[in-house]
């Protein structure tokens, strides 16, 4: 066995990652060793990545089984997919705002067939904030979605197998139509056609493993609209020159591509709307 396969199953036997794509654990242990050839080393570094990109967002282990439960009994589904969602900080953080997010930055869409939201944490449940028609065959009462015409279907990834699991299970239980699946971004770009892409908040993860994955994302996945935010605080509460920072980011990624978009701020996010050139 060569050091990175050890590295792998080191990282994999760990109760915090062993639930990450193998494929970014390989890739980032690849980058590690490279640099570190000590195995302890290498292990330490891809784990302190793997913390930045995605561990981090935990402030504890997700039971998915008992939030499943709550889906199964609850009287009030859009409470229940609220009360879950504050289990990933990131979903937390946009509750204060999700009621405006999406039915202001998608407000000016024609109908919406196909969602795809990349790197979407617990996000696939806030699917009923999304204006995209009907969200499953049977409605829940209090839902506030608008007028429906067919039902959207909603993929989505991200690099936690049980995450994906559970999203799956959910998706299914509350009829809506969709898939999750693991997959990671830096390895795996998709290229399937979609309406609506999805790249809330990963910017700044992404970067942080390799700053061509997002321009690759860009180039690769043919959706005619792209709705792309970034963070206005640091997970720590911070947010001096985060704003500018991240602006600066979008803009730079927008440079070369005759795509127009919109600005929204938010007191939890800034997002944009992007419209590309495919009909
Ligand atoms: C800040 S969170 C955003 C989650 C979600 N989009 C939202 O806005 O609530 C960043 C997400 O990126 C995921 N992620 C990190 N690296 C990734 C990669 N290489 N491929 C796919 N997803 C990744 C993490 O697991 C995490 O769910």
Redesign the pocket.
Known sequence: MDQLDKLVQTIQASRKYRHVSPA?VRAVGARELAVRPRLKEAVKATKNKLHQ??GA?FEAAIDYERALTELETTTSILETLRQIMAL?S??RE?LPILDEFYATTLADLPPIHTVLDL?????PLARPWLPLSKTTRAEPAEATCTEPAEVAVYQA????ADMVHFLNQAMSLLGWPGQATV????TDPPTESVDLALL???VP??DQ?DREVVPRLLDSLPAKYWLISFPVHSLGGRSKGMVETYEGRFVELMNGRNWTYQRFQFETELAFLVRTQIE
């Open positions: 970014l990109v995605g967002y990933h990131s979903t946009r790197a979407c944490g617990l996000n990834s991200d690099i936690y997959r990671d971004l830096l809330l908040k990963a993860c992404l493993l």
